[in-house]
């Protein structure tokens, strides 16, 4: 009973030390304002290592998806087509019906592969490529959308509708920056889709109708092909364009030194100097990569305090507690080792022997400030055996001091004063006639 007690406390305790710290980085983030986010409707900022929200402006309203309806149409075609890259598809009319906006102008009766289509639809982000690859991968156009609405819904979206897989404007097609962020995360973990839409360009070899072919990337933060100022070597991949009633969409991941960031801005309009969503994702990227960064503190193993124990035979023997793992925590860069404490937040005041290596005593945090970053679990690295005679003293030394003990002691002294009172009184307690009679 005692060691399940004492477990339970241990794992309150871990608890209660690592979830504050997780929310409190974001009172860290707090103390280094990021740049104006004003020109656009929403704003979302995620350091991946961490699991912080940075920024967040607008994330769970309705709005327009634009263009980044192709995170999740690109999604789903590269999940569907990641064994099928040199497969052949043979163009029809009905594949290349309502492929409006933006188009490579494929003709039907051309012979592509799967590959060809995927870089021009999310690469070069070509409309009637992804009506194609629709029918090509699905049946049909509907049928494809079908798929890219259970997908979202699979994805924890309870807002968004998707009514096209190119993200030409449709009233009844909506999101939230919240949910595409989600898209966006699940996007960048597919390997096949970030290889494509982080591919600067894509030659299409010659088809039987059309010779070869370059395509560029159109998201202006991969390539300078179609914008020129807005071009930035720690963004890869994801999506970038524009309606009239969406506005300037910009979702990307950007890296450096090993922090990563998705960075989501939608809604943003433009005048005759920036095209805002590329300018507040540059500005939120050079923010977050120069501000923050993540660090290590601690190395696995490393001692922090000492713990007594207890039944050793070795009077006043005191052990390191040390961390289980290497802990590294995300905080401002300029921030000195002066500004950072170590905490071990023991189960236990003392051990009692036999310790085993590995055993948990309780956890370490760092704090910023008064605010903590980040727990490790705290162990004991060495094994320590008991003394027997200082164990059995332990072991009588509990007994006495408990109920058994004292209900023992009771009956034993009833027992006592029942045997001296029969001795000394003289009362037989043999039955006699029914009756109890005195000895002569």
Known sequence: MKKAILLFFCALLVLCATFPAQAAVSDVIALVPPPDISRAASVYVYHLESGTEMVTKNVDTVCFPASTVKIMSGLLACRLSDERLDERIYITEAMLAGADGRVMNLKAGEAVTVKDMLYASFCGGYNDA?????????????????????????????????????????????????????????????????QVTSAVKYLMPSTNLSPERTLHNRNSLVSTYYGIGYFNASCKGMNAGSTDEGGWCTVTLAEREGD????????????????????????????????????????????????????????????????????????PRDASDENLTVRCHLSQTSLQAPVKAGQEVGVITVYYGDVPLGSATAVILEDHGRNPILHGISLLSDYVVSRAFAASAVCATILIGAYFLYVYSGVSLRPKRGKYTRRR
Request: proline share 1%.
């Open 130 to 194: 992804i009506c194609v690859l629709a029918h090509a991968l699905c049946g049909s156009t509907e049928a494809f959308v079908a798929e890219m609405n259970a997908l979202a819904a699979s994805l924890g979206a309870v807002q968004t509708v998707y009514t096209n897989p190119t993200g030409l404007h449709d009233a009844a097609m909506v999101t939230t920056a919240a949910e595409t962020a989600r898209f966006a995360l699940a996007a960048s973990q597919n390997e096949l889709f970030m």
């Open 260 to 331: 990563r960031y998705l960075c989501l801005v939608m809604g943003a309009d433009e005048d005759e100097n920036f095209i805002y969503s590329y300018k507040i994702t540059n500005d939120l990227v050079k923010w977050a990569c120069n501000s923050f960064a993540t660090r290590q503190v601690l190395e696995a193993g490393q001692a922090t305090i000492k713990i007594p124990v207890e039944n050793t035979g070795l009077f006043g023997l005191e052990i390191d507690v040390c961390t289980k793992d290497a802990l590294t925590v995300y905080l």
